[in-house]
């Protein structure tokens, strides 16, 4: 569909990898196995590609490396892709494909590819949103988070505060149950106890941008 020479790396090691192997590919696509850098690879790139069928995609650390390394990402709409991908002023570091009947429509996702490949300003509109959507999970930003929620907790009425969670905050994993010393008994000589809710973002790794050169 293009007269471009593009090239596709397939990072990572499984049964799919081992398949695709035993199959044989095109002289245009390239098994590299598991890489300690990725990063490395999604930077000399053009563009990421995250073509998934697992509707419960939470947050896939390689899609935050792409968007880290500065590269819009073409991939499934499914689980938390989409917002992943959503800059905070609006508009997608990238494209999303709907899944039919949980499988990626392969002419769709070519065509989106396609689309970024002889759509120059397409391409740069996108990878102008990178930034933005990244930042959400850089480790500073994180930390800042979470340093604010808890002097926001430190400043309330006093230590004996007995008033209700923060119902805008979302509850941090691991803590169902009441996590701080019971308060001294109220009136009625109950006790009271409060539980402390934390922002989900989870952390990355922040990666600088590759200085060698993308690839076609």
Not at 97 to 102: A, F
Not at 173 to 184: L, S, V
């Amino acid at each position: 569909q293009t007269a471009r020479d593009i090239h596709l790396l397939l990072l990572g090691e499984g049964p799919v990898r081992q398949s695709l192997a035993r199959q044989g590919l095109p002289p245009y696509a390239h098994l590299l196995g598991f890489k300690r850098n990725p990063v490395d690879y999604y930077a000399m790139a053009d563009l990421g590609l995250l073509p998934t069928r697992y509707r419960s995609e939470c947050r896939p650390m390689t899609l935050m490396e792409c968007l880290m390394a500065g590269r819009p990402v073409v991939a499934s709409d499914a689980g938390e892709i989409r917002s992943m991908l959503t800059a905070p002023g609006g508009g997608l570091a990238g494209e999303l494909v709907g899944l039919q009947n949980w499988q990626v429509p392969i002419t769709e996702l070519s065509a989106l590819i396609n689309r970024f490949v002889e759509d120059k300003a397409a391409y740069e509109h996108a990878a102008s949103l990178t930034s933005a959507a990244a930042r959400q999970f850089d480790i500073d930003q994180i930390a800042r988070q979470y340093s604010e929620l808890y002097a926001k907790v430190l400043d309330r009425k006093s230590p004996s505060y007995l008033g209700p969670s923060d119902p805008d905050l979302p509850l941090a994993p691991g803590m169902n149950e009441p996590q701080q010393p019971a308060q001294p008994p109220d009136s009625a000589g109950q006790l009271r106890t409060r539980r402390l809710r934390l922002p989900l973002s989870p952390a990355a790794p922040r990666a600088a941008r590759s200085p060698i050169p993308s690839l076609a």
